[in-house]
């Protein structure tokens, strides 16, 4: 089944009892049963949720996965997952990510003895491979990375930690399956921040982590129902009709990210341009062959490197909007610094190549024409 029939069928039989097309909002916090245990498969809303389930089924056939679990937020489904390693274990990540990522890894799981690598994964893997131990358990991907935007090689590295018997897992959330697939690349897991593009209207926050091992499966269901960081039945059927339109949604943003990023190379006032479908991009060519277009995002530097001048720029827009997140059909800007970034110490940052002045372009479903004339009245003030 082709990718945008999958995404408006899968996870969606009508309603057993009514008939409903659209999956229905099971707002209810426990289910009756007939004698202790005997149920008809839900218990409590904790443990399972039939508009989840639905959701939960949507997100594995749309990872080719076997199975999908959600979380209330993509920090808490990567903290379940951070929860399968245990004191004295080594985790190896990408040096450019989320800054939230980096603070759950340095500010919260570092202090129960686990130690957190930080490599370049875009640039040759010479790095990466000195990185990896005896202890190293897992390998954490961003790809596109987020604010650069820098393309990781996901067989590459997947084929590397598998011969060592090292868990692989991709943050696809910039991608989204609809671009990438994760799993067919050889990782063990990939999770995503809901929020973004799977959702895609800014109007509810989940994370959802997709696998086809059991041996990871188990353990994180089990973590999933224990821990509690569950989402609610409404933001499961929030991220259930975004994805209905997924497939058409990412067309329009890429189509408009790359009209946007060939702009701003040509734009007097901008300097580094980054986007994986810039031809000279350092990533374009893995991207190429493990994507199937170059996503919604646009990051770049003005010409006057100043966070001032930056300021200014992101102040004049009037079609982006200045906000946090991004994957929604409106047009977002943000300034990593100060923003999605902020929790990375400075010298960490500018070390992995985000100077203070970066601008983040989340690129809606406008009309790309609009867009760029907002772009050019905000650069050229």
């Known amino acids: 089944m082709n990718f945008a029939t999958l995404t408006v069928h899968a996870g969606m039989e009508p309603d057993p009892s009514t ?18 245990g005997k149920h008809k498969g839900y218990e409590y809303a904790r443990t399972g949720n039939p508009t989840r389930t639905a ?20 920090l808490a489904a990567t903290d379940a997952l951070l929860k399968l390693l245990r004191p004295g274990d080594e985790l190896v990540s990408c040096n450019d990510l989320y800054g939230g990522t980096y603070r759950l890894f340095t500010k919260v799981f570092a202090h129960f003895g686990i130690k957190f690598t930080f490599v370049s994964m875009s640039e040759g893997l010479d790095e990466f491979r000195s990185a990896l131990t005896d202890k190293t ?26 011969a060592r018997n090292i868990v692989t897992v991709v943050d696809n959330t910039f991608a989204t399956p609809y671009l990438q697939k994760p799993l067919k690349l050889g990782a063990d897991v990939v999770v995503h921040s809901c929020t973004k593009y799977l959702g895609g209207h800014s109007d509810t926050v989940m994370g959802a982590v997709a696998t086809s091992r059991p041996d990871i499966y188990e353990p994180l269901k089990f973590l999933q129902n ?31 990210a790359r009209q946007i990023a060939y702009f701003l190379r040509e734009h007097p006032a901008v300097a580094d341009v980054y986007y ?24 770049f530097y003005t010409r006057e ?7 200014a720029v992101m102040k004049r827009l009037q079609l982006f909007t200045l906000a946090e997140s991004l994957g929604g059909v409106e047009s977002l800007v943000g300034h990593p610094a100060t923003m999605t970034h ?12 985000l100077r203070d002045s970066l601008v983040r372009l989340s690129v809606g479903i406008e009309d790309p024409d609009d867009l760029i004339d907002d772009l050019k009245q905000a650069l050229e003030g």
Request: glycine share 8%; charged share 20%.
């Open 137 to 162: 358990k897992m390998v954490w991907i961003e790809t596109p990375t987020n604010p650069l935007l820098n393309v990781v090689d996901i067989e590459a590295v997947a084929k590397i930690a598998k």
């Open 305 to 311: 490197d100043s966070v001032d001048n930056a300021f």
């Open 19 to 36: 008939g409903a097309v659209a999956t229905p909002i099971y707002q209810t916090s426990t289910y009756a049963q007939e004698e202790p």
């Open 276 to 299: 994986p479908g810039l031809a000279d991009n350092p990533g374009h060519h893995v991207a190429e062959i493990q994507m199937r277009d170059f996503g919604g995002m646009v990051s």
């Open 226 to 256: 224990a821990c509690g960081a569950v989402p609610g039945p409404m933001d499961c059927f929030l991220v259930l009709r975004g994805i209905r339109t997924l497939a058409v949604r990412m067309k329009q943003h890429c189509a408009g």
């Open 55 to 74: 959701l939960e089924t949507a997100l594995a056939a749309l990872e080719n996965a076997d199975h999908a679990l959600c979380f209330a937020s993509g």
């Open 342 to 353: 902020a929790s990375i110490p400075r010298e960490e940052r500018l070390k992995n190549g």
